[in-house]
Structure formats: structure tokens, C-alpha cells
């Protein structure tokens, strides 16, 4: 049935540690992920992406983690910042033999970060 | 520059009324996205124009109709809306819509239907 529920999961954090935000992804025929960030007010705001033909990749103080064993997906933030406070959203995409699929949302986790 | 640009920032009207958001990207992309979005949930597909053709519509009803005039541009009339549509509308664009391409989002629209 459809959720109902109006409560994003958060992770809150203090200023200066390090966060991890998770996603797990259902389809396996999902090939391409991207992570987005999203402040009040704004359009999500492109972070980091990866192939699946990687399990890491290391951006500006991001990381993401790919683990399609389990179908899972992480974003680490070094040493979070109150800038980084915002929702993130995971997205995939898949590769449906030469047809592209439309990139899928997760539904988002809340991050506050504590001064 | 990876600037996707939307207006109006804020749009208020009536259920009678006629209204068009805007969308304009200058990254040569060919692929451009209509989202809507509602509180606290994630971005929800519309359409997809492809090489200015519209390539998918997301069993969207008609009282939102998409136009893509060249390839920076594109652009949503609204008409008849039910208070219900009220969301954030997003605008995206990338590369190609065919292959593994960044979407990059506008600031989106705010609208309110009373």
C-alpha cells in the first residue's frame, strides 16, 4: 500500500563528524546511481555518481560506497559541516539491453548537522 | 556551467486559471524533465523530451501539457488544476536521455493551486 507517513528518516550529527547515509536499491538491473542533496527551498543539487562497474568513488569530502551483492548504496560525508544539513536522495537508473530506464528516487534521509 | 534556470520561483492561481512555467538550460543538453515534487517525499517523473520529441509521459493528466519550442527550452502549461497539484516542479536536463547522463535540476517552481 502506499506510506502514508509525512517522516523522512534522519541522521543527525555533530559538526566535524563523519556521516554515513544509506540507500538500498531494488532493482537489479540498475546500472548507473547518483546521490543529490537537496536544502529547503532549493532543486536537488547533483553530489557524486558512480557506475556499477565500481564499488567506490571519492569526490570532495564525499565518497560513495556500491555494494551490488546486497544492493546497497552509502554516501560518506568527512567531516560534516551545518552547510551539509539538507536531505539527500539516492537515484538509479537502469540499463534495460540499449533502453534506458528513468532514474529512480529513494526517499530521502534528513541530515542536521549539530554546531 | 551546469545552470538549469525556472520561473516563476512562485506561482499562486485559481482552478479556472491558465498558467506556463519556464525552463531554460545553455548546456547544449538534449534531454530535458519535467518533475514534480511534493513535501518531504522524493521528485516524481512527468515527462522526458529527447532531441525536443517527447519520449515519455508518465500517464500525467492532460490538464498539464509539456512543450519543448527548441532545445534549451521547455516549458509546462498548466490548465484546470485541482488544489491537489500543488507541489514543487522541477526542470532537469542532461546529456542524452539514453545513456548513463547527470540530471541536473532547476531550482524549481513552488506552486500553489487555491
Known amino acids: 500500500g502506499e506510506n502514508v507517513g509525512l517522516h523522512l528518516p534522519t541522521l543527525s550529527v555533530q559538526e566535524g563528524d563523519n556521516s554515513i547515509i544509506n540507500c538500498a536499491y531494488s532493482?537489479?538491473?540498475?546500472?548507473?546511481f547518483i546521490w543529490y542533496k537537496q536544502e529547503s527551498g532549493k532543486g536537488p543539487q547533483f553530489i557524486i555518481d558512480?557506475?556499477?562497474?565500481?564499488d567506490k568513488r571519492q569526490g570532495q569530502r564525499v565518497t560513495v560506497l556500491l555494494n551490488k551483492t546486497v544492493k546497497h548504496l552509502s554516501l560518506q560525508i568527512a567531516a560534516t559541516q551545518p552547510g551539509d544539513s539538507a536531505v539527500y536522495f539516492c537515484a538509479e537508473k537502469a540499463d534495460y539491453g540499449g533502453s534506458q530506464g528513468n532514474l529512480i528516487f529513494g526517499k530521502g534521509t534528513k541530515l542536521s548537522v549539530k554546531p | 556551467d551546469t545552470e538549469v534556470t525556472q520561473t516563476p520561483k512562485h506561482l499562486v492561481m485559481g482552478m479556472t486559471n491558465k498558467k506556463s512555467l519556464k525552463c531554460e538550460q545553455h548546456?547544449?543538453?538534449?534531454?530535458m524533465y519535467w518533475y514534480k515534487q511534493k513535501a518531504k517525499k522524493p521528485p516524481e517523473l512527468m515527462f522526458v523530451?529527447?532531441?525536443?520529441?517527447?519520449?515519455i509521459n508518465e500517464s500525467v493528466p492532460s490538464r498539464f501539457s509539456p512543450e519543448c519550442p527548441n532545445s534549451s527550452l521547455l516549458n509546462l502549461h498548466l490548465h484546470a488544476l485541482q488544489p491537489e497539484d500543488s507541489a514543487l516542479y522541477l526542470c532537469?536536463?542532461?546529456?542524452?536521455?539514453?545513456?548513463?547522463?547527470?540530471?541536473?535540476f532547476g531550482p524549481g517552481t513552488r506552486l500553489l493551486v487555491l
Open positions: 548546456m547544449g543538453h538534449r534531454a
Open positions: 558512480i557506475r556499477s562497474n565500481m
Open positions: 523530451y529527447s532531441y525536443e520529441k517527447l519520449s
Open positions: 532493482n537489479s538491473a540498475s546500472d548507473y
Open positions: 532537469a536536463s542532461s546529456q542524452d536521455s539514453q545513456f548513463q547522463e547527470t540530471q541536473y
